[in-house]
Nanobody, 116 residues
Framework: QVQLVESGGGLVQVGGSLRLSCAASGSIFSLNAMGWYRRAPGKQREFVAQITSGGYKKYADSVKGRFTISRDNAKNTAYLQMNGLKPEDTAVYYC??????????WGQGTQVTVSS
């Protein structure tokens, strides 16, 4: 059974940084794409970033240049480095795992709050 456990969320001031981690188990981590989505209060869930099994990275326009996704296959962990945080980045952030074209599993989410 695949499990994804996020950590690293919290409260940060505008312009600050956070690094989210996603520890995965129950699958062959290196063969899967990893991603991040978020849901802001009162809004629909939206894509944030993805890194494929081959290391190709994709970002939402709203986070390009500020967020960096990465993975450590030896540690079965994916990361989301978030810099230059804005109030509109406040959301619950979810880690995902799947193929390069599908999202099959979701974590429980971690809250990120950016105060102005």
């Amino acid at each position: 059974q695949v499990q994804l456990v996020e950590s690293g969320g919290g409260l940060v001031q505008v312009g600050g940084s956070l690094r989210l981690s996603c520890a995965a188990s129950g699958s062959i981590f290196s063969l899967n794409a990893m991603g991040w989505y978020r849901r802001a209060p009162g809004k629909q869930r939206e894509f944030v970033a993805q890194i494929t099994s081959g290391g190709y990275k994709k970002y939402a326009d709203s986070v390009k240049g500020r967020f960096t996704i990465s993975r450590d296959n030896a540690k079965n962990t994916a990361y989301l480095q978030m810099n230059g945080l804005k109030p509109e980045d406040t959301a619950v952030y979810y880690c995902t795992q799947g193929s390069d074209y599908t999202t099959d599993y979701w974590g429980q989410g971690t809250q990120v709050t950016v105060s102005s």
